[in-house]
């Protein structure tokens, strides 16, 4: 079974940051948009994300989430991987289920095939969304993360799908993981529901 794993630089991101305006890729797009409904371990509701996908820089890439998303496969998917000052990951359709067993969350993908890597001019931003991989570059599935701090050094590295939109303080607050443990997180958050708004 492949391992998804991203680098794991952490980057130093200032208490209280906010979604800077005029960031590479930031704005409100035509679409489509990705809500996801963030959850505590325990259900309490912790608020709404808006992700922003770039259809015209990743078309495979945002297919593959919209489908995910319109199929229900994400709803109850856990933040597996949340390192402060870097990124929070999700998308383990697999293994990250959190009414499951999340011993191997980030080590597995979905039933589909994976995808060809659709580099882009999109930098990694505070905000970005990205695919993981593991060392195959064309190895991206079902996983996905959204950076906290700008991490350039995944430019090219990395498939850019997305940009946050709305709801930076929910991200900010989504469970950070064990520094020690490569951002692994015990009793993560969650994504509740995850619909497409087109």
């Known amino acids: 079974m492949r391992k998804i794993a991203l680098l794991s630089t952490a980057l130093t ?5 906010t979604l800077a305006e005029g960031l590479p890729g930031v704005s409100d797009g035509p679409g489509p948009n990705m809500v996801i409904e963030v959850a505590s371990a325990d259900g309490t509701q912790k608020g709404t994300i808006t992700l922003d996908l770039y259809e015209d820089k990743a ?3 945002v297919a593959r989430l919209v489908e995910l ?22 998308g383990d359709v697999e293994h990250g289920k959190q009414d499951g067993d999340t011993s191997r969350a980030g080590m597995g993908g979905s039933d589909l095939p994976d995808l060809e890597a ?3 001019d999109v930098s990694f931003q505070q905000g970005t969304v990205g695919m993981a991989r593991s060392q195959d570059p064309n190895s991206a599935n079902s996983q996905f993360f959204i950076d906290l701090a700008p991490a350039t050094f995944l ?3 990395y ?9 930076w303080d929910v991200l900010n607050s989504v469970k950070k993981g064990d520094s020690d443990a490569n951002g692994a997180v015990e ?3 969650y994504m509740a529901e995850v619909t497409i708004e087109k």
Request: aromatic share 8%; with cysteine.
């Open 155 to 157: 430019d090219g590295e």
């Open 187 to 189: 009793e993560p958050d």
């Open 13 to 17: 991101c200032a208490a209280g940051a």
């Open 118 to 120: 659709e580099f882009n």
């Open 59 to 61: 078309p495979s890439h």
């Open 69 to 90: 998303a319109e199929s229900g496969a994400y709803d109850g998917v856990v933040f597996h991987r949340v390192i402060d000052g870097f990124m929070a990951q999700t």
């Open 159 to 167: 498939t850019v799908v997305g940009q946050l939109v709305d709801g």
